[in-house]
C-alpha cells in the first residue's frame, strides 16, 4: 500500500521554525519527486519545494531563502525546515510524489501519490 505520512506541524509564532517530515512507503522512492504543497482556507493547493532523486531542489518564490527541503533516502523522508515563519504562510501542508525528475511546475494533476496533510498556523 502507498503512504505519505506527513508530519510536524503545529502552532508557532511568526518568526519562529517548523520542520515538516514526508515519509514514504509502498514504492520506489528514488524514482520519485518528492513535492510540498499547501492549501490556504479558499486558495488553491500552491506548490513551494520539491526534490528529486537526483538531488535538485525547486522553490516557489514566496518560500524561496526561508525554507529547505532535504531528503534521507536511507528512511524514504522528506523534510522541509521552515524558518522565519509569517502569518500568510498558515495552510494545510501536502507532500505529493510523481513518478520523474522534474516537479512538472507543481501541476497538482502530475503527482500521483499524496499525504493526508498537517495544519501549520502562525500567530502574528
Known amino acids: 500500500e502507498v503512504q505519505l505520512v506527513e508530519s510536524g506541524g503545529g502552532l508557532v509564532q511568526a518568526g519562529g521554525s517548523l520542520r515538516l517530515s514526508c515519509a514514504a512507503s509502498?514504492?520506489?522512492?528514488?524514482?520519485?519527486?518528492i513535492s510540498w504543497f499547501r492549501q490556504a482556507p479558499g486558495k488553491e493547493h500552491e506548490g513551494i519545494s520539491c526534490?528529486?532523486?537526483?538531488?535538485?531542489?525547486y522553490y516557489a518564490d514566496s518560500v524561496k531563502g526561508r525554507f529547505t527541503i532535504s531528503s534521507d533516502n536511507t528512511k524514504d523522508t522528506v523534510y522541509l525546515q521552515m524558518n522565519s515563519l509569517k502569518p500568510e504562510d498558515a495552510a494545510i501542508y501536502y507532500c505529493?510524489?510523481?513518478?520523474?525528475?522534474?516537479?512538472?511546475?507543481?501541476?497538482?494533476?502530475?503527482?500521483?501519490?499524496w499525504g493526508q496533510g498537517t495544519q501549520v498556523t502562525v500567530s502574528s
Open positions: 509502498g514504492f520506489t522512492f528514488v524514482d520519485y519527486a
Open positions: 505529493a510524489a510523481k513518478y520523474g525528475l522534474d516537479y512538472s511546475d507543481w501541476v497538482p494533476q502530475a503527482y500521483h501519490y
Open positions: 526534490i528529486t532523486s537526483d538531488g535538485t531542489t
